[in-house]
């Protein structure tokens, strides 16, 4: 069954903008992924976020994270023509941490 | 080093052909995984391999045999595949499985099965 899902399912800006990218899941979790994949290739990951916290930065992102209402977000800032790519949310299966479930993933798209 | 490496980038087989997917990474991870990845869909577990020993099937066909000769490498066996078998196949390792832990991925192989 499909844990995370993602919208929107794809996302077009500008150069500079900021994008936006929502994820919602089912059951309770530990931690939560966000996994970039530039076309056809492997994954990058990009932040872990665990349950016991609301808010995680790296560089351009910033990642929030609402067990209340079991979705996390992720917010890239100022975004660079690079930074097109697919993006995943992945959480983990309740009896093993390492069995990720990704999200359908949003398609951002930044252009020049 | 940081690489997940996967060999070969491409691979193209007939149905009663017999092939092997490599994977390899010298981080020091104990826990290797295959993943299969449809166009435009997000990635699904096959394997994990926790120290060697496998630790997950999820349910995958016997016509993929995956194979754990040491801490470094995995294989990934390919046998009388299906037309609907053609993917992106991903290898991914981490430190454990005990996590949480971030997952690293090789650059995959992409299979068309004729």
């Known amino acids: 069954s499909q844990q995370g899902e993602e919208d929107p399912q794809a996302l077009s800006i500008q150069e500079g903008e900021n994008a936006t990218m929502n994820c919602s899941y089912k059951?309770?979790?530990?931690?939560l992924q966000w996994y970039r994949q530039n076309s056809g290739r492997g994954l990058v990951h990009l932040i872990l976020?665990?349950?016991?916290?609301r808010e995680k930065h790296s560089g351009r992102l910033r990642v929030t994270l609402d067990t209340s209402k079991k979705s996390s977000s992720l917010l890239i800032t100022a975004s660079r023509a690079a930074d097109t790519a697919s993006y995943f949310c992945?959480?983990?299966?309740?009896?093993?941490?390492?069995?990720?479930?990704f999200g359908e993933g949003t398609q951002l798209t930044v252009n020049p | 080093d940081t690489e997940v490496t996967q060999t070969p980038k491409h691979l193209v087989m007939g149905m009663t052909n017999k092939k092997s997917l490599k994977c390899e990474q010298h981080?020091?991870?104990?826990?290797m995984y295959w993943y299969k990845q449809k166009a435009k869909k997000p990635p699904e577990l096959m394997f994990v391999?926790?120290?060697?020993?496998?630790?997950i099937n999820e349910s995958v066909p016997s016509r993929f045999s995956p194979e754990c000769p040491n801490s470094s490498l995995l294989n990934l066996h390919l046998h009388a595949l299906q037309p609907e078998d053609s993917a992106l196949y991903l290898c991914?390792?981490?430190?454990?499985?005990?996590?949480?832990?971030?997952?690293?991925f090789g650059p995959g192989t992409r299979l068309t099965v004729t």
């Open positions: 991914a390792s981490s430190q454990g499985t005990e996590g949480p832990y971030e997952q690293y």
């Open positions: 059951t309770s979790i530990n931690n």
């Open positions: 976020i665990r349950s016991n916290e």
């Open positions: 992945a959480t983990p299966g309740r009896t093993s941490g390492s069995r990720l479930t």
């Open positions: 981080m020091g991870h104990r826990a």
């Open positions: 391999y926790s120290y060697e020993k496998l630790s």
